[in-house]
C-alpha cells in the first residue's frame, strides 16, 4: 500500500488557538476542549471539501492524537534531546541501521 505525504496549507484565515484564560485544571481541559472544537470543525470541513469521509477523518484525528499523546509521555521535550548526529553515535555497534 501506498501512503501519500499529507499537507495542510490553509492561508490567514486560518483558525487560531485563543489563550489560556483559566487557572484551574477543570476549567483549563473544558477551554482547551473549547479551544480544539473550532479547529477540528475547520480541519473536518476542508478534509470533506478534499473528498475525504467525517468519519475517516475523525477515526485518523482520534489515531493522530494518541499517537501523539504517547510521543509526549515517552519525551515530553523532544527538542532538549540529543541532536541527530548523536544519536547516530549512540547506534553504531548495536544492530540498529542509520541512513
Known amino acids: 500500500m501506498t501512503h501519500a505525504?499529507?499537507?495542510?496549507?490553509?492561508?490567514?484565515d486560518m483558525t487560531k488557538i485563543p489563550p489560556l484564560t483559566t487557572t484551574t485544571s477543570m476549567d483549563r481541559a473544558r477551554e482547551a476542549v473549547t479551544a480544539m472544537e473550532a479547529?477540528?470543525?475547520e480541519l473536518v470541513a476542508d478534509a470533506n471539501a478534499a473528498g475525504w469521509g467525517s468519519k475517516e477523518v475523525l477515526n485518523a484525528i482520534v489515531e493522530t492524537a494518541n499517537k501523539q499523546r504517547l510521543a509526549y509521555?515517552?519525551?515530553p521535550d523532544p527538542?532538549?534531546?540529543p541532536a541527530v548526529d548523536a544519536v547516530k553515535d549512540l547506534q553504531?555497534?548495536?544492530g540498529e541501521v542509520y541512513d
Open 5 to 12: 505525504a499529507a499537507v495542510w496549507v490553509k492561508g490567514d
Open 39 to 41: 479547529i477540528i470543525r
Open 73 to 75: 509521555e515517552e519525551d
Open 79 to 81: 527538542s532538549d534531546g
Open 92 to 94: 553504531v555497534g548495536h
